[in-house]
């Protein structure tokens, strides 16, 4: 064996149980709870440092303009795509190309359907409404994280798509190694759902 | 070889002396004079004076540090130093293999715990609490406003009433009224502004401190006395003088371009020369504004 | 990923856009070197206005415009960009890129018998992101109002409200802080999944664990900056008012245009949950290199090296909840401030174990005074000096006096200058056969380490007794206070050794240029050393070692009584 080829890309680690792509995906993941953590934080220290009253105040429920009835859906559509995403991976498992593609395909559907309901129906809305980030402590917040993750959103989208187009060539060359890279995916897609599960109560509910 | 190489070093080490010693000279040059007023007190390269009624702790504490320090450096150096010496490679000399078995450096990193949770529990903390905690009624103490902003200490006193009037962010002017004081308001009336902190000796001092716009810090290096000076927090201080005399007031946090200018200067003198200066800034506050009507 | 083995590589891909781990590590260690001198440039420049304020710069006081020098004489504003970004410059492009990206990704791979790092794009996407993070730095010098003038720390509302240059400062950090995560994932996964058959976890090199740990620290402590930097951005560029509270009037002119709420302190806070431990990455992976240099020239293993493992992982996790003992003067609360100042004073006792065990790895040696084992050596009395110093910084009641003062330059500079900085030169001096195949020249190196040695302690050690005159920090001429122009003698002294300082360095540049073609060639194991890359041919190839090594023992194995040998190394299959 020629000591130049790298190991566990592929095959899992007899120790960790991960092979490479997988650990680091985890460990990337885990960077990314202290910056959501961060912002979280950020939320938690201006909301307990806001007054009662006065000009300054936390906003209650109907002082954001926020409809929960459409972050409500944006929820749903993000956990149908979690759930298409793991469907993606189990075709792939079972050697099912065209199947696991189609999954792939609504995937990005269901995120871009997100992306655009954020934009053209919210963010529209109030800026319609002279809502901007600098309005209030609130907006900023909101407008930050929100805007944050679907930043994350997008580029989870151009990954999928990178994988239902030019990166499917892989699949053609290596199965596994395709099939474990549809794995990382999902595991980044399923943290940016839980990102949103726990953005949409403390932005629209509480 | 050998023998060379250590005259070499030794050589060097000669010549990096020589390099030292002009330099050293050099550094000992007359430097500018502060300018403005006489300071009072000796500064030098210790400690500044201490006149403040309860700093004396905080210099307490840094002194035991210090020998602790210093102790524990020169024991540790003296090990270090010999170990080079009776170790190092020569011919004949070969090392150990096996760990020494070193009781001594568990003992002392116990003992180093141990007295560093002595210097915690026995003498910072009961130091921290009081500043933080027995601030002195505000009946007993003078009272004053201290405003901050780029590049200037501002210093509002609340007059004969005791009470500080209205101030607001609108009604600020750079000259005419740099607290943004309300004059409409009755407890402003008597309200004095100066830029110079006068205080009674021997009479506890509360400051609030507030700043306009960025963050600062009022540092009073003779007092012991250094607290953050936050926009939109108003934070208090408290201390007592002893001495008379006038003396500095620092900015200790970077706060913009002229930072290093934000200097006051703070006059502790007896009640009776107060009370004549408060009048005194008082009138004059007053004088302006009729001619300003 | 490293299937390009079939065909010989072209210039471009082989020396530029590399994906080979020693490729980017010497990238990575030549652009941080400049960044370094650069910083330390800055600093010379700084040190003219302090030693003589408000006169004439010598020689080269015209050619900074009048912008920033106007007459030859510096401006406030100038030297506050000159503080903020010689302190940003030498932490992020400086320090941190020398010990992780440089000799991390140069030595660990080699120490572990990896044929390179697990993500080799990733690496290399790390190290431009890096520059171009570093370009970001250099260009904001050009900008309108010139680079970033709030301090490394970039406490707001003065940077919210400071010139364009704050902007620039931010998009570099996002850069910088991307290329950290980017590079500590690789870290970590290289370090748990590439070591060779028989390097179990307590047979690595104590510096591998080094840059483990540090890894961990840099993975999670730099998202919150990331975090703050975002936030910052926000109040810059989308008016909004995250770091300002309501009623602000800056210059006399009421601040209407934004809403108010928000809070100046919790910057600070963001900013210390990273800064913290990013002290621990300027630390670990020096005492990392020294420990390595210590073992291979005291010829002995060392001492205690599990204990130091084990306070290295608990200093990282105590790194995580001290961050507020920067903040003590910020109007903090008796209970607060005493969490902090205990967990302060607990962190304190690792750092001793692993000082302590190094010092008794020298006792029952054979010390051998090389290059690399000077700066080893001088290493451990300024980082105890360092670590002294630190203890009056974090109890509150001391700190009231001490805080923002001249003290807390001294303490932090003993510990990242004298100490960080000798041991990047020792593991410079360490390494270099192991990357050129010939070794530096001695007789510089000896010069260099003794001129440094005496004028970085005339730098720092005056700044003890400034701090306890009162002198605070960050201040343009401390003339203007009586209890700083009563010590203004000590800057002038302190100057003149900054000054020697960069001349006491002209023996290393020359050197470490002239040898790398005309230094003595040497064998793959000049300082018969027992770690896995003295194994590997200098310079290793494309995949490091011809054929995947096996290890059968700890890392420092030397002086093992009976052999024949005094060091007997991990990959050796006979005992001794």
């Known amino acids: 064996m020629s000591a130049e080829v ?26 990314e709870v202290m910056l959501f953590g961060a912002l979280f934080s950020t939320y938690v220290f201006l909301r307990m440092g806001a007054p009662e009253t006065g000009p300054t105040a936390w906003p209650t429920g109907e002082e954001t303009h926020l409809n929960w009835m459409l972050g409500g859906l944006n929820t749903l559509i ?129 | ?93 070969k090392a150990t293999y096996d760990p020494v078995k070193a009781k001594a450096s568990k003992y002392a990193e116990i003992g180093v715990a141990a007295f560093e949770a002595f210097l915690l529990i026995g003498l910072s903390m009961p130091i921290w609490a009081a500043t933080k905690n027995d601030m002195p009624s505000k009946d007993d103490a003078t009272h004053v406003r201290v405003v901050a902003e780029q590049f200037q200490w501002n210093f509002h006193y609340p007059g004969a009433d005791g009470k500080f009037g209205r101030t607001a962010p609108d009604m600020v002017d750079t000259v005419e009224n740099p607290l943004g004081l309300d004059r409409s308001d009755p407890a402003a009336t008597d309200d004095v502004y100066a830029t110079e902190l006068h205080l009674p000796v021997n009479k506890p001092v509360i400051c609030d401190l507030t700043s306009k716009d960025v963050i600062h810090s009022f540092s009073l290096p003779v007092m012991r006395v250094k607290q953050d000076v936050i926009p939109g927090m108003r934070i208090p201080v408290w201390f007592t003088p002893v001495k008379e005399g006038r003396y500095e007031v620092a900015c200790a946090q970077l706060c913009g371009n002229n930072h290093y200018s934000m200097r006051a200067e703070m006059v502790i003198e007896d009640d009776a020369s107060f009370a004549t200066w408060l009048k005194e800034v008082g009138i004059v506050e007053e004088f302006d504004e009729d001619e300003l009507d | 990923m490293s299937g390009d083995h079939h065909h010989e590589p072209g210039f471009i891909r082989k020396y530029v856009f590399s994906v080979d781990h020693k490729v980017i590590g010497v990238q990575y260690g030549v652009t941080a070197l400049c960044f370094l001198f650069l910083g330390f440039s800055l600093m010379m420049l700084m040190r003219w206005q302090l030693a003589y304020p408000g006169e004439e710069m010598p020689f080269i006081g015209n050619i900074f415009g009048e912008d920033a020098m106007p007459g030859g004489v510096m401006l406030p504003e100038f030297y506050n960009s000159l503080g903020a970004m010689h302190g940003t410059i030498m932490i992020f492009l400086g320090v941190v890129p020398l010990l992780v990206g440089a000799f991390g990704n140069y030595v660990m791979p080699l120490q572990i018998g990896a044929p390179d790092m697990a993500f080799p794009k990733l690496n290399m996407a790390s190290y431009w992101v890096y520059l171009l993070g570093g370009i970001v730095m250099l260009c904001s010098f050009f900008v309108p109002g010139g ?53 179990t976890m307590f047979r690595l090199p104590y510096f591998v664990w080094a840059q483990l740990i540090t890894s961990f620290l840099l993975l999670l402590a730099f998202p919150p900056l990331e975090a703050a930097g975002v936030l910052q951005l926000m109040d810059r560029l989308a008016g909004t008012s995250f770091f300002m509270p309501e009623g602000l009037v800056v210059s006399g002119v009421v601040q209407t245009q934004m809403s108010g709420g928000g809070s100046p302190l919790l ?69 607060i401030s005493a969490f902090f100042a205990t967990t302060t004073m607990i962190i304190s006792i690792p750092s001793v174990v692993i000082l302590t065990a190094l010092v008794i790895s020298l006792y029952q040696g054979a010390i051998r005074f090389t290059v690399p084992m000077l700066f080893a050596l001088a290493f451990l009395p300024m980082f105890a000096i360092g670590g002294l110093t630190g203890l009056p910084l974090g109890l509150p009641a001391s700190d009231i006096h001490l805080h923002d003062t001249y003290y807390v330059i001294g303490h932090f500079h003993y510990v990242v200058a004298p100490g960080t900085i000798f041991a990047i030169f020792a593991g410079i001096y360490h390494w270099y056969p192991k990357v050129t195949g010939r070794t530096l020249n001695n007789a510089l190196g000896y010069m260099h380490f003794f001129l440094s040695f005496v004028f970085i302690n005339m730098v720092f050690m005056p700044m003890f007794w400034q701090g306890m005159a009162g002198v605070s920090r960050r201040l343009y001429d401390q003339t203007v206070y009586a209890h700083g122009d009563a010590v203004q003698s000590l800057t002038i002294m302190s100057s003149w050794g900054a000054w020697m300082l960069g001349l006491a360095q002209i023996p290393f540049i020359i050197n470490f240029f002239i040898s790398a073609v005309a230094g003595k060639k040497v064998s793959n194991n000049p300082w018969d050393a027992t770690t896995l890359e003295w194994l590997a041919p200098s310079p290793p190839p494309h995949g490091n070692f011809e054929t995947v090594p096996v290890v059968y023992r700890g890392p420092y194995e030397y002086s093992v009584p009976g052999a024949s040998e005094d060091f007997h190394p991990q990959h050796v299959t006979t005992e001794a």
């Not at chain 1, 899992?12 to 990337?28: D, E």
């Not at chain 1, 940016?192 to 403390?202: C, E, G, K, R, S």
């Not at chain 2, 390099?19 to 210790?46: E, H, K, R």
């Not at chain 3, 290329?179 to 060779?196: D, E, K, P, Y």
Request: proline letters at 4%; charged letters at 10%; one cysteine or more.
């Open chain 1, 6 to 31: 790298l190991p566990y890309t592929v095959k899992p680690h007899p120790v960790t149980g991960l092979y490479n792509g997988k650990f680091g995906i985890w460990l990337f993941l885990a960077s």
């Open chain 1, 78 to 206: 993000l956990i149908l795509s979690s759930v298409t995403m793991v469907l993606a991976w189990v075709q792939f498992k079972m050697d099912n190309f065209a199947k696991g593609r189609i999954y792939l395909i609504i995937t990005a559907i269901l995120a871009i359907a997100f992306v655009a309901i954020k934009f053209k129906f919210e963010y529209a809305h109030k800026f319609h409404m002279d809502i901007y980030p600098k309005t209030s402590v609130f907006f900023a917040i909101y407008y930050t994280m929100t805007g944050l993750h679907a930043i994350h959103i997008i580029g989870g989208v151009v990954v999928i798509c990178y994988f239902i187009g030019p990166g499917a060539k892989l699949w053609e060359e290596n199965r596994e190694y395709y099939t474990n890279r549809i794995e990382c995916t999902g595991l980044y897609w399923h943290f940016v759902d839980l990102v949103w599960i726990f953005l949409f109560p403390i932005l629209y509910l509480l």
């Open chain 2, 1 to 93: 070889m050998n023998r060379s190489r250590i005259i070499g070093i030794a050589t060097i080490l000669v010549v990096g002396i020589c390099l030292i010693a002009p330099s050293v000279a050099l550094g000992q040059a007359d430097a500018p004079i502060a300018s403005g007023n006489q300071i009072d007190g000796d500064y030098g390269y210790g400690l500044p004076p201490m006149l403040s009624k309860d700093g004396q702790g905080v210099d307490d504490l840094i002194i035991i540090l210090h020998w602790f320090m210093t102790a524990l450096f020169v024991g540790w150096a003296i090990f270090f130093v010999y170990c080079l010496f009776r170790f190092r490679s020569r011919a004949g000399h």
């Open chain 3, 147 to 199: 680079a970033a003038n709030s301090g490394w720390t970039s406490y707001p509302p003065l940077s919210n409200i400071a010139t364009t240059g704050q902007t620039w400062w931010l998009f570099g950090m996002v850069c910088l802080i991307t290329s950290s995560l980017l590079g500590s994932v690789n870290f970590i996964v290289t370090i748990i999944q590439l070591r060779v058959e028989g390097l």
């Open chain 3, 267 to 335: 910057w600070q806070h963001l900013f210390w949950f990273l800064a913290h431990p990013e002290v621990y990455v300027l630390i670990l992976p020096a005492m990392g290199i020294v420990a390595e240099i210590i073992a291979n020239n005291t010829r002995k293993p060392l001492w205690g090296y599990r204990a130091m493992i084990y306070s290295t992982i608990f200093l990282g996790f105590m790194s995580f909840i001290v961050w507020a003992h920067h903040m003590f003067m910020t109007g903090m609360g008796t209970k």
